[in-house]
């Protein structure tokens, strides 16, 4: 069955446009935006989501949580952007865990996951996905080291064709992530982990932990070694940077 496609104009967060959606149609769906007025990031942060500029994608992704869908599965949507990346542009991009998509350290995708429904029954994730593609400068300030496909090879982009394929990707490794499991898919992100071996700070809340990256588990964890012993971190409210 072909996937159904919602495109709008301007919205607030097509993750909060894909929850309203799903009262009235099956997942998976796919909701795009060409401009977000409360474009959300990680953390209560601001996705900056000028008009018809870059991606801003939801897509509804069905899961049953006790099967352990969930595991690994912000990794596995990281993988899946980069590959749509290379494929559209040949850039060779990096994830920086959980999910941040980066080109020589500077990011140009991100990804926010919210969980919806019933968390033993079915429920949703809502797999929010912005790739920065023709952005050159942004009217707003962005506190972090940013690009965009534009900015890295001098050229425009058609939005359309990598969204097409990113469409392809997503349904690939969200199909492989639902039958293998991440684990069938931990080398390959390896392969192109940022920060491997690097030393870096870990924030929980208030707790800071610093310590040399070791690599990710079979569920997706960091894998961090602290003070000569190794220990795995999960969850979506951490965040990391170099030491
Ligand atoms: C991050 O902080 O790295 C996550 C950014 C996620 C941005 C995307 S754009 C489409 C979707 N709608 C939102 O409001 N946020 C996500």
């Known amino acids: 069955p072909s996937l159904p496609v919602f495109v709008y104009g ?5 993750n909060d446009q894909a929850k309203e959606l799903l009262s009235k149609q099956a997942a998976p769906l796919a909701v795009f935006a060409e401009h977000q007025t409360v474009g959300k990031g990680r953390r209560g ?11 801003y994608l939801s897509f509804v992704w069905p899961v049953t949580r006790g099967l352990n869908q969930i595991d690994g599965l ?13 494929r559209t542009s040949g850039i060779e991009a990096e994830l920086k865990w ?7 350290g500077r990011k140009v995708a991100g ?10 029954e079915l429920c949703h994730v809502i797999i929010g996905i912005g790739i920065n593609i023709n952005m050159f400068d942004s009217l707003t300030d962005i506190d972090q080291e940013w690009t965009s496909l534009a900015k890295e090879l001098g050229k425009t982009f058609d939005r359309e064709a990598v969204a097409k394929v990113l469409l392809e990707e997503l349904d690939s490794y969200l199909y492989r992530q639902k039958i293998y499991g991440f684990a069938s898919m931990r080398a390959e992100w390896l392969s192109v982990h940022a920060w ?5 700070v870990l924030r929980t809340g208030n707790d800071e932990v610093h310590g040399k990256v070791v690599g990710v588990g079979e569920k997706g964890e960091l894998r961090l070694s602290v003070e000569g012993k190794e220990q795995s971190f999960l969850g979506g409210e951490i965040s990391l940077r170099l030491q």
């Not at 990804?111 to 033993?120: K, S």
């Open 111 to 120: 990804v926010l996951l919210e969980l919806v429904g019933d968390p033993v």
């Open 98 to 104: 959980p999910n941040d998509i980066l080109i020589n």
């Open 10 to 14: 301007s919205i607030g967060s097509t």
């Open 196 to 200: 491997q071996g690097r030393n870096v």
């Open 74 to 86: 912000s990794l596995v949507v990281g993988l899946a952007v980069l590959k749509a990346i290379k």
């Open 45 to 55: 942060r601001e996705w900056v989501s000028p008009f018809a500029k870059n991606i």
